[in-house]
């Protein structure tokens, strides 16, 4: 019984697994683009710069170059993000795929860690055995052994 209770829950973990696998293995799905190709707004008509204070007008003075147009600008950041939307999937995937290698690591170090502790322990059982034979207190109880080294000591607990 507790052999066919241990076979289904295998089998349910097993087809979690596989759930996890297919949704990893679907297309993701599909993103409109950030900004069509031929989509052309009107004119950008910005607000009346003398009605700025004038520290106002520095801080636009600094973050908005005179010389450039706005429609230059605006292009130069579209272009910009077009660049990095399209790269930005293979990030994912790659940071994916390597959080994915780091979790089988940490898998496979645990697992190693798990036999080095118990080959530890094993070699600890057996070393203490060989001890205890070479003293000859391999069949003796632990409180008896104590209480004959209690009978060696000198009185006075020293």
Known sequence: MRNWLSLRLTLRDYKKKK???QAIRKPPPEQPP???EGE???PIVLPDFDLLDP???KIRGLLADETASFDVIRSQTETRLRTIQSSLEF???Q???NVHK???RV???GKEADKVLSISALRLRQREEREKASAGTREMPMMEVLRSLGNILPEGGG
């Open 107 to 109: 898998l496979v170090a």
């Open 91 to 93: 990030q994912v995937d």
């Open 95 to 97: 940071l994916a795929d």
């Open 40 to 42: 052309e707004t009107g």
């Open 102 to 104: 780091l979790e089988q």
């Open 34 to 36: 950030l900004f069509t």
């Open 55 to 57: 520290e106002e007008g």
């Open 19 to 21: 759930k996890a696998w």
